[in-house]
């Protein structure tokens, strides 16, 4: 059974972003994350989480626990956020190109977009810690701005954070079923 370990962005002491209307990225984070675990384990894969509750877990913990789990894959969850609220759109990091991690970040990408609509940002390398520290691929999902208010009306509704989970999970399928 493939091993996927869901990381919610953020949580407890560090609550990510905030939006003008007071919505915090952890909390959006921890929703949609635990939203694609029941998905991915009705689809039949084994799911772990950093944290299934508004807990503070440092990003080298985050990392360890799911080298030490085993998973198959890493899958962050985050908000994206800019002091300019004009930015909009979804992006998709990996820790470098031409490795594994960035072509599920490609489908993941692309199916999460499919399932919100939200403007293409595209895949991004970035050298954060649990895309470094982590031993199996790992992404990282920037799924909308919740500094842009039409996306932080978006990500404050349980029918767009389901979809966020559905079009994640497309992704994941759709990368393995290509391999
Ligand atoms: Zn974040």
């Known amino acids: 059974m493939t091993?996927?370990?869901i990381d919610p962005g953020h949580g407890g002491a560090n609550p990510g972003a905030i939006a003008a209307s007071g919505l915090q990225e952890a909390d959006v984070t921890l929703?949609?994350?635990?939203?694609l675990g029941r998905i991915l384990k009705n689809r039949g894969y084994e799911v772990d989480y950093s944290r299934?509750?508004?807990t503070t877990v440092s990003l080298a913990q985050r990392a360890q626990a799911a080298n030490s789990w085993g998973a198959d894959y890493f899958i962050s969850i985050h908000c994206n956020s800019n002091p300019d609220p004009i930015y909009k759109g979804t992006s998709?990091?990996?820790f470098r190109l031409g490795i594994p991690a960035a072509v599920?970040?490609?489908y993941v990408n692309t199916a999460?977009?499919?399932?919100?609509?939200t403007p293409d940002l595209g895949v991004m390398t970035a050298n954060f810690a649990v895309l470094r520290r982590t031993q199996m691929p790992a992404i990282l999902v920037e799924t909308a701005f919740l500094s842009n208010p039409e996306e932080a009306a978006l990500l404050?509704?349980?029918?767009?954070?389901?979809?966020?989970?559905?079009?994640?999970?497309n992704g994941i399928d759709n990368y393995l079923s290509a391999q």
């Open 112 to 117: 999460l977009i499919e399932a919100i609509g």
């Open 52 to 54: 299934t509750e508004n």
């Open 3 to 5: 091993k996927i370990f």
């Open 156 to 169: 404050a509704e349980p029918v767009f954070r389901e979809n966020c989970a559905i079009g994640i999970a």
């Open 104 to 106: 599920l970040a490609e």
């Open 92 to 94: 998709t990091y990996c």
């Open 31 to 35: 929703d949609i994350g635990l939203r």
